[in-house]
């Protein structure tokens, strides 16, 4: 019989929506999250009481607690019926990695190491690791489609910097210790229950109150942007399918067709039925012009493609904004 999935970062966007469908299809869970304020924790404990409320919630057990903290990491690794982990917590954000250079320490590097050691601690008994990393350590490109063979040695942002370390963390402890892993690198993902700091949700609560919403780069400015219904899926896909053999995989998670800013922006004017008011202002620091996911491995591994228009998963997006925040 199946053992239990850690999902850390449960609380959060892709981990609460991964952890409903995990439950759904019969697994057990235990999530971990530390619910902190780097966005309001109402959403969090919101998507909480969201998995709370499920017919399947008795196979679902919630751990508060902070990554840094790694005796409380093994202790949740090494329980006796854990055999697979998915790791997602980590400090989120491009622009918040320049305020708070050491949340990202505590958390991405520190957080993904006792990850690593808590594994490597159950001696073999962890059938796959699969763990978050981020489009952003392909630094600042703005042409042709991102693969995984290419160099990623040149990040702009403290928060690629971080990620890019645990990808290579975990090739290190692959090849000392033989745990079998999966990295994903997540392509601007978009949904109901999302990162109130994302553009989409930005623009979004703008545009309903009235207010201008900048767009950064005179909106020349292109995303991958994937549906998080495409993502679960293909994080249950690769979780599904361990490597054959002792290995730290890559894998981009994108929908392999970058959108125009302004594009977002059309669609989002056309499901609020207001036009938005522009503030267009030049390129923060740590931001990139584009993203583009090459897909091809994902696809021949694990029969995963993305399915989900950025006008369908906006539409859907949007109705979930409007009945919760609008019509609450």
Known sequence: MPGTIIVTGAAGFVGFHLTQALLRRGERVVGFDNLNPYYDPALKHGRLAELANMAEADRFTFVEGDLADREAVKALITAADVDRVVHLGAQAGVRYSI????????SNLSG????????RATEGRIKHLVY???????????EGAFSETDAVDSPISLYAATKRCDELMSQTYSHLYGIK???LRFFTVYGP?????MAYWLFTKAIFAGEPIKVFNQGAMRRDFTYIDDIVAGVIATLDNPPPEPANRIYNIGNHNPEQLGDMI???????????????????PGDVVSTYANIGKMQSDFGWSPTTSLADGLS???AWYRQRFIQA
């Open 99 to 106: 305020d708070a250079p050491f949340a990202y320490l505590d």
């Open 112 to 119: 993904h190491l006792g990850v690593l050691e808590a594994v």
């Open 132 to 142: 978050a990393s981020s489009s952003s350590v392909y630094g600042n490109r703005a």
């Open 181 to 183: 892993q999966s990295g």
């Open 193 to 197: 229950w999302g990162r109130p700091d």
């Open 266 to 284: 059309a669609i989002l004017e056309r499901e609020i039925g207001i036009e938005a008011k522009k503030i267009m202002l030049p390129m923060q």
């Open 316 to 318: 859907r997006f949007v």
